[in-house]
């Protein structure tokens, strides 16, 4: 018997490997005729080839000692072993409304005001996962009052750390909480942002305060003030400082209402709370946003340092950046399927590796490998292999697709 080996890079290299299997079989040989001496006849012609198959035997009795048909030729053997490169996901689309309200400015920690500690950790977080995300900003409210400007601060764009610094150093702290003003900017940007195929999109609400800044009627302002175009502050000479009607009523439901329906636009809010005190409105925020943390509660992500909001910035990009990409179709051997993620063999481990799932159409990486591939962004060189299955099985025809 004879022993066929095969390596994946000679498989590569010649496109199969290993012993044909069987196709239309050639036309037997022609049986030689007996010799009356007893002597063995003239052995038949071979078979013309099949397609890859073997030449079936003479028919018995067509010959004497004469030799059958012999093996088919043409038609190539055939191998499942190949390897595909796969583009990473394209990296998702991040908008950061930060809340800059007065009270930001009031409460210190260590000599510093919350705004400061904050904005701080934000031009660090931004700088470390920019690789990772697009990301943009929108800091509320646009004035010292109530008002938002309709606008975003930075568009949301690869590489946009040095936008975000700039506008951040840029600013200080003051003004009321107009969340519900805020999220109903942020839904519409991201509602008309184009995004790569098959991007995701997601917004982050950073707040330390209930929303407030919410009044039935038209606005009402101090004498020697006008309402502001926006009609949420009141003006003076240019200068917004003065709330309608005082600005302070609570507007939990109406900051609710729009994160529910950022997230029912396939836009997920994650909410970050940076203040102690605030666990119901804040847990409403989030569960209405469509992100909720896990395990909660609290359903948001608690943030009262610069290396807590670093953690759950840490949290929220495993849960925002892809770890998976789905196969066009099944490998033909399950359990011979190899991944390389940087040219390093990832192990198949539900730990710390990557998974199958069960309809063979989809790779997820978990734990370390994820984190592997979140880091490397869009620089990872991802690269699956489908190994030869046993003889008999139909090898793959096409490529991998990383379409979700």
């Not at 940007?189 to 982050?204: D, E, F, H, Q």
């Not at 991944?339 to 199958?356: E, I, K, N, S």
């Not at 292999?385 to 025809?397: D, R």
């Amino acid at each position: 018997m004879r022993l066929l080996l095969c390596s994946v890079s000679l498989c590569l290299a010649l496109g199969a490997c290993g012993p044909s299997l069987p196709g239309d079989a050639g036309s037997a040989g022609a049986g030689g005729k007996q010799d009356p001496s007893g002597r063995g006849g003239a052995g038949g012609l071979a078979g013309s080839g099949g397609a890859g198959g073997r030449a079936l035997p003479p028919p018995p009795g067509a010959s004497g000692a004469g030799v059958g048909g012999g093996m088919g030729t043409g038609g190539g053997p055939t191998c499942g072993a190949e390897t595909f490169r796969v583009e990473p996901p394209p990296p998702p689309s991040v908008l950061v409304v930060f809340d800059k309200s007065g009270s930001m400015a009031q409460r210190m920690v260590a000599g510093a005001t919350m705004w400061q500690i904050m904005r701080t950790a934000m031009k660090s977080i931004v700088m470390n996962l920019q690789g990772q995300m697009r990301f943009g900003l929108q800091l509320f409210p646009g004035d010292p009052g109530c008002g938002t400007g309709g606008q975003v601060d930075v568009a949301v764009a690869e590489n946009a750390f040095a936008a975000i610094t700039q506008k951040l150093d840029a600013t200080e702290a003051a003004g009321g909480t107009p969340t519900r003003l805020a999220m109903r900017t942020a839904r519409a940007y991201m509602a008309g942002l184009a995004v790569p195929p098959r991007g995701k999109k997601a917004i982050l609400l950073l707040t330390d305060g209930e929303p407030n800044c919410h009044w039935d009627g038209p606005c009402v302002c101090p004498t020697g003030f006008s309402p502001s175009p926006s009609g949420t502050s009141c003006c003076r000479n240019g200068a917004c400082t003065y709330f309608c009607n005082g600005g302070d009523q609570l507007d939990v439901a109406g900051a609710a209402s729009e994160l529910s329906a950022s997230a029912g636009a396939q836009t997920p809010v994650y909410v970050i709370g940076m203040a102690a005190g605030l666990e119901d409105s804040l847990n409403r925020l989030a569960q209405a946003g469509g992100a909720p943390r896990s395990p909660g509660p609290p359903y948001y992500y608690e943030a009262t340092s610069a290396s807590s909001l670093e953690a759950a910035m840490t949290a929220i990009a495993k849960q925002i950046v892809p770890c998976e990409f789905t196969l066009v179709r099944p490998p033909p051997a399950r359990d011979d399927v190899i991944l390389r993620v940087g040219g390093q063999v990832v192990p198949r481990d539900t730990a710390d590796g990557w998974m199958l799932s069960s309809d063979g159409l989809k790779i997820t990486l978990v734990g370390a490998a994820c984190q592997q591939l979140q880091t490397l962004g869009q620089s990872a060189d991802i690269q699956v292999t489908f190994n030869c299955p046993p003889v008999g099985i139909e090898a793959p025809q096409g490529a991998v697709d990383d379409r979700r």
